[in-house]
């Protein structure tokens, strides 16, 4: 099956700090999200992109379908940032998976 | 408009017991799907369905039933509960048209937490 790896797997930052979580996958996807889930195990749809670049306030995302790997930028961290953000793929008919996660924790 | 809904949130069962994971969607989304998430790890996919009364295995099917009578409701069968099967469990939907991605968001109920002893 498809490997999806994310990287690195823990970051811890200062409030207000940049960070930049990357997301490598092994084989041509149709689709590619980004979640984040809350301390609380809640799972929150962060972005839909299978190419390109998107921003939605300080989160922005790029994916690069060729090289197979997208990147989730946040800039100027906060607290509420903490938790675990994985990326997921969609490989052969809307099967979705995950990769490992990177935990980011967020201290003030 | 509730989303997701996944019951229960809690359970403790003994090895060897029986028990069904509720899960409905009120977005009459025709894709659904079950995970499970080990603690420090990502999701990993059980069963997921297309449609009402068609579905499949995903990565981890093995100790688990699933059936889709209808659109809304998506149950997750455990038979002969196992110490393995202590995990998170999420069931989530999407819509797609014809099998082809359109950009379909996923969505997540907030997770059962089973413990088998």
């Known amino acids: 099956g498809i490997q999806v790896e994310q990287s690195p797997p823990d970051l811890i930052l200062q409030e207000g700090a940049n960070s930049t979580l990357r997301c490598n996958f092994s084989?041509?996807?149709?689709?590619l999200q980004w979640f984040h889930q809350n301390p609380w195990g809640q799972l929150i749809n962060l972005f839909y992109?299978?190419?390109g670049t998107k921003q939605n306030g300080r989160l922005s995302a790029t994916t690069v379908a060729t090289e197979r790997y997208s990147l989730l930028y946040i800039s100027s961290s906060q607290t509420t940032d903490s938790g675990v953000y994985f990326c997921a793929v969609e490989f052969k008919g809307n099967q979705f998976y995950f990769g490992t996660g990177t935990s980011l924790t967020v201290i003030p | 408009n509730a989303g997701v809904t996944q019951t229960p949130k809690f359970r403790i069962l003994k090895i060897g017991q029986s028990m069904t994971l509720q899960c409905a969607q009120d977005m009459n989304h025709n894709y659904m799907y079950w995970y499970r998430q080990d603690p420090g790890m990502g999701l990993k996919l059980i069963y997921y369905?297309?449609?009402?009364?068609?579905?499949d295995k995903g990565e981890v099917p093995n100790g688990y039933n699933v059936s889709r009578s209808t659109t809304e409701d998506f149950p997750l069968r455990l038979e002969l509960a196992a110490p393995s099967q202590t995990s998170v469990y999420f069931c989530?939907?999407?819509?797609?048209?014809?099998?082809?991605?359109?950009?379909?968001?996923?969505?997540f109920g907030e997770g059962s937490w089973l413990t088998v002893v």
């Open positions: 084989d041509s996807v149709n689709n």
């Open positions: 992109i299978p190419s």
């Open positions: 369905s297309v449609g009402a009364g068609i579905t």
């Open positions: 989530a939907s999407s819509y797609s048209v014809a099998g082809v991605s359109s950009g379909n968001t996923i969505y």
